[in-house]
């Protein structure tokens, strides 16, 4: 098991780790299988989405905070991140992602993202391979 730490800079932000996580791929020499993408946190979450336009990463994160306000009627966690905790359900916090000639098996144009809901912080990415 690995870790990658990705440090977020926003509230809300979705980071790009696809390279570092191939980065640690290529260090396994591992030749095919499976790599499990898992975080441990519950104000963030795991997703893989287009890696071209940036605009499109823009419109998930709008759209997400439009559809749960921070500060909605009737919240109750004291930390007021409840948003940031849906946010985290509804991405999901792992991702399987098939890896074939020790690259990992995505489209042309997907890319895998940390989505920070609650940064700015420090965030871990444990990376499993099978
Ligand atoms: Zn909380």
């Known amino acids: 098991m690995q870790t990658i730490k990705v440090k977020s800079n ?3 932000e979705m980071i790009e780790i696809t390279s570092e996580v191939e980065k640690h791929l290529r260090e396994t ?9 898992f975080t441990q946190h519950t104000t963030c ?5 287009e890696n071209a336009d940036p605009d499109v990463r823009k419109d998930i994160l709008l759209f997400l905070k439009n559809l749960i306000p921070q500060y909605y009627e009737g919240f109750r966690h004291f930390e007021h991140n409840s948003d940031a905790h849906i946010k985290s359900s509804l991405v999901g916090s792992s991702l399987t992602v098939p890896f074939t000639d020790g690259k ?4 042309r144009w997907q890319g895998i993202y ?3 809901f609650d940064g700015a912080r420090e ?4 990376m499993i391979l099978r």
């Not at 020499?29 to 993408?37: P, Q, R």
């Not at 979450?45 to 989405?49: D, E, P, S």
């Not at 965030?123 to 444990?126: D, E, N, W």
């Open 10 to 12: 926003r509230r809300e």
């Open 114 to 116: 940390l989505c920070e």
């Open 29 to 37: 020499k591992a030749a095919e299988g499976v790599c499990i993408l």
């Open 123 to 126: 965030r871990k990415v444990l």
């Open 45 to 49: 979450g795991l997703t893989i989405n």
């Open 104 to 107: 990992l098996f995505l489209g």
